[in-house]
């Protein structure tokens, strides 16, 4: 399942809630799916267009090169390629967990630094990255978080959403994360007045 928009206003209201009764900025970045795919396809149609030219090139009844054959061959390679791109088996074969894991770290470290999850004035900035299609995620907790709730936080919410994301889809399961960590910020950070907010847009999808 893919979030909606509607979805995507349900859990900022969620993050709304939170930071009204406490000094957590949150930040949830969402994604269709990692970059890792259409890497995939581009791979797989220049790969198909280098096999179909080889295949030409040897064909034994073909006497020269004749080029609109030749464009052809590599046209219909490029396409096979990039259409086999979409299967989920040939996506099993070639994609690497780990890989499309890092990907989507990579991702989410640079949007750390750019969208201002590290500028809370007490180090409490607490960012989610996800990843829809693949349902792999990223969970960054600024200083003061680990600092209040220990250096296995960030693991504990991590298996958190990993179990719950197992058994529902991303909202549902997004939600019961946002639900858990609520009363943990609350009871930790009350909301101090002059305080403001250092994270401009709390939900965004890219």
């Keep these: ?23 957590v900025e949150i930040l949830l970045g969402v994604r269709s799916a990692s970059s890792t795919y259409l890497s995939l396809k581009l791979k797989s149609a ?3 267009l280098l096999i179909f030219s080889i295949v030409y090139y040897f064909f034994p009844y073909i006497q020269g090169w004749h080029f609109e054959s030749l464009f052809f ?3 219909l390679g490029a396409f096979l390629g990039f259409v086999l791109g979409y299967s989920k088996l040939f996506k099993k074969i070639f994609l690497n967990k780990t890989y499309v894991q890092y990907k989507v770290r990579q991702k989410a470290q640079v949007d750390i630094l750019e969208k201002g999850i590290l ?5 409490t900035g607490f960012f989610i990255y996800l990843s829809e299609l693949e349902k792999q995620f990223y ?18 919410q991590r298996s958190f959403l990993t179990e719950e994301l197992k058994q529902k889809d991303p909202y549902q399961a997004l939600s ?4 858990n960590i609520k009363p943990l ?7 101090s007045s ?3 907010n250092q994270v401009e847009k709390q939900v965004y999808k890219n």
């Design 185 to 191: 910020f609350e009871n930790s950070f009350p909301q």
């Design 46 to 48: 220049f790969a198909f």
């Design 1 to 23: 399942m893919i979030l909606e928009q509607a979805a995507l206003d349900k859990l900022g209201q969620k993050i709304t809630d939170i930071e009204a009764n406490s000094d």
């Design 139 to 156: 969970i960054f907790a600024d200083q003061g978080l680990v600092e209040s709730f220990g250096s296995k936080f960030v693991e504990e």
């Design 73 to 75: 061959m590599q046209g």
């Design 176 to 179: 019961l994360l946002l639900d």
């Design 119 to 123: 500028n809370t004035k007490n180090k």
């Design 194 to 196: 002059e305080l403001e």
